[in-house]
T-cell receptor, first 114, second 113 residues
Framework: QKEVEQNSGPLSVPEGAIASLNCTYS??????FFWYRQYSGKSPELIMS????GDKEDGRFTAQLNKASQYVSLLIRDSQPSDSATYLC??????????????FGKGTKLSVKP | EAGVTQFPSHSVIEKGQTVTLRCDPI?????LYWYRRVMGKEIKFLLH????????ESGMPNNRFLAERTGGTYSTLKVQPAELEDSGVYFC???????????FGDGTRLSIL
């Protein structure tokens, strides 16, 4: 059973701080990794994708991937109250006919306090 | 560009009844996916269409669930007869090709009484 693990939180950070969200995955052959943000009752919204080891930055967001450790993280700099949401880590399945579908973690709930 | 749309947003039915969920993917997206999130659990894959063909239905829980995508445009997911454990949020996602990121709809919240 391929798995993605996240700390469910809640993770609480003050406004302006760096929020660090972490995720581990079990399938060593995985190649594609995604972070989605989900507000309550809304659709998961893609905020970052990463495919290679190292860091990928987009505005206040930085995704970090370490395939050797099977670890992917998301850093949010200068956190804002509007960043308060559940952050979902997803890994694209890499086996058989399942190539393409996403395997999700349970999500980490982030709360940014003004 | 319109996003992925799902209908209805909420559905409350009694055990044993039938419910049909609909998903309209982003125009031009050949790949359509159904996922489900039951309370306290992670979002889990149900099945994947490429155009009108079922590419992978390994996540479908049992034969009470039937998905179709006639003409390769919108898709329906029918649950017949519904059981209590089918309650949850059903998400649809689409992508232009399999290697592209998936875009999700707002989901249908299904409650079985």
């Amino acid at each position: 059973q391929k798995e993605v693990e996240q700390n469910s939180g809640p993770l609480s950070v003050p406004e302006g701080a760096i929020a660090s969200l972490n995720c581990t995955y079990s399938d060593r052959g995985s190649q594609s990794f995604f972070w989605y943000r989900q507000y309550s009752g809304k659709s998961p919204e893609l905020i970052m994708s990463i495919y290679s080891n190292g860091d990928k930055e987009d505005g206040r967001f930085t995704a970090q991937l370490n395939k050797a450790s099977q670890y992917v993280s998301l850093l949010i700099r200068d956190s804002q109250p509007s960043d308060s949401a559940t952050y979902l880590c997803a890994v694209r399945a890499n086996y058989g006919r399942s190539q393409g579908n996403l395997i999700f973690g349970k999500g980490t709930k982030l709360s940014v306090k003004p | 560009e319109a996003g992925v749309t799902q209908f209805p947003s909420h559905s409350v039915i009694e055990k044993g009844q039938t419910v049909t969920l609909r998903c309209d993917p982003i125009s031009g997206h050949d790949n359509l996916y159904w996922y489900r999130r039951v309370m306290g659990k992670e979002i889990k894959f149900l099945l994947h269409f490429v155009k009108e063909s079922k590419q992978d239905e390994s996540g479908m829980p049992n034969n009470r669930f039937l998905a179709e995508r006639t003409g390769g445009t919108y898709s329906t997911l029918k649950v017949q007869p519904a059981e209590l454990e089918d309650s949850g949020v059903y998400f649809c996602a689409s992508s232009q090709d399999r290697g592209q990121p998936q875009h999700f709809g707002d989901g249908t919240r299904l409650s079985i009484l």
